[in-house]
């Protein structure tokens, strides 16, 4: 098994970088608000797969405290890849767990291209406390090579180490489309979770906003393609019922947005605009949840 540092050890990275340790991998977690708890009591995961405690876990404060490890895992929100040049070691592979696009290429400027990997994860969970993390459904990840397709062995020996930790893997062929493919969920569940002060099961329910998510579904979709991404059309069928059967559900977005805290708003809308208006395809529905997600995020900084 290898050893793992978590950089943004939050409801993401500390589930995930828990889960590892407690399957026995060495895991080293750069904690920041949460330190000082963290280092005193350890982990408690709730989950749906079995509740656990982690009395004892490697934190620090510092990048530069960090020890080598073969993989470092950059669960960090993207508002805060700016600080990635500071906190980034010079060895082992760099897996980035981000939703959104532009992440990769950030890090391949700075690590080189041949370190970094993708990867998605379809996970619902909450950090309640310092230290506790609530997982309420899902948790597969998906992983995948930046500079290369196919599927390479540091892929199937990470995904591996998830297995053992009892965590779904699937590897990818090709990176891009299972960015866009989250993208097509992400974009109108948490673009209007936000805008439209609603949990997905509300956003399913009621009819307005049900045929809203499907018209921004369809739309993303024909954004990927524009772009030369083969995003299937019947994805878009596929998420919604997806989304009828997940567990009522504040997204992260939303989350972010009640307690004050910069969105993600350039990686899952910005960028994605950019790159249709660049292939030349009007999108018009994603246009107006950027402006509108940009107006809040500027209005909350300035608050």
Same mark, same amino acid.
């Given at each position: ?5 978590? !950089?943004?050890?939050?409801? +993401? ?6 889960? /590892? ?65 500071? #906190? ?6 760099? +897996?980035? #767990? ?21 990867? +998605?994860?379809? /996970? ?15 948790? #597969? ?20 180490? /998830? ?25 109108p569940y948490n673009g209007l979770s936000v805008i439209l002060n609603a949990n997905t099961d509300v956003l399913m329910a009621q009819p307005d906003s049900r045929? +809203?998510?499907?018209? !921004? ?55 994605? /605009? ?10 018009p529905l994603l246009e107006t949840l950027y402006r509108q997600l940009a107006f809040l995020n500027r209005r909350t900084a300035s608050a």
């Amino acid at each position: 098994m290898r050893s793992y540092a978590v !950089i943004g050890a939050g409801a +993401l990275g500390g589930f995930y970088g828990a889960r /590892l340790q407690q399957a026995g991998c060495e895991v080293h977690f750069l904690l920041h608000s949460d330190y000082d708890h963290v280092r005193q009591h350890g982990w408690v995961i709730e989950s749906k797969d079995g509740d656990f405690t982690l009395p004892k876990v490697n934190v620090y404060r510092s990048a530069r405290d960090l020890p080598a490890c073969d993989v470092v895992i950059v669960a960090l929100k993207a508002t805060q890849n700016h600080l990635l040049p500071e #906190l980034l070691p010079a060895r082992g592979a760099v +897996l980035l #767990l981000q939703n959104g696009l532009g992440g990769e290429e950030l890090i391949a400027g700075i690590v080189g291209p041949d370190r970094v990997l993708g990867g +998605l994860c379809f /996970l619902c969970s909450n950090k309640v406390r310092p230290g506790h993390i609530r997982h309420l459904d899902y948790g #597969l990840v998906s992983l995948g090579e930046f500079a290369q397709r196919g599927v390479s062995d540091r892929l199937r020996g990470i995904a591996a180490d /998830l297995n053992q930790a009892g965590i779904k893997t699937q590897l990818l062929d090709d990176l891009r489309v299972a960015r866009w493919n989250k993208l097509v969920w992400n974009i109108p569940y948490n673009g209007l979770s936000v805008i439209l002060n609603a949990n997905t099961d509300v956003l399913m329910a009621q009819p307005d906003s049900r045929r +809203l998510v499907e018209l !921004i579904l369809r739309e993303v979709v024909a954004d990927a393609q524009a772009c030369g991404v083969p995003v299937e059309d019947a994805i878009v069928p596929k998420m919604l019922e997806y989304t009828d059967k997940m567990t009522p559900y504040r997204t992260s977005m939303k989350i972010d947005f009640d307690a004050g805290r910069p969105m993600e708003v350039e990686a899952i809308f910005g960028n994605p /605009l950019r790159a249709a208006q660049a292939a030349g395809v009007p999108s018009p529905l994603l246009e107006t949840l950027y402006r509108q997600l940009a107006f809040l995020n500027r209005r909350t900084a300035s608050a």
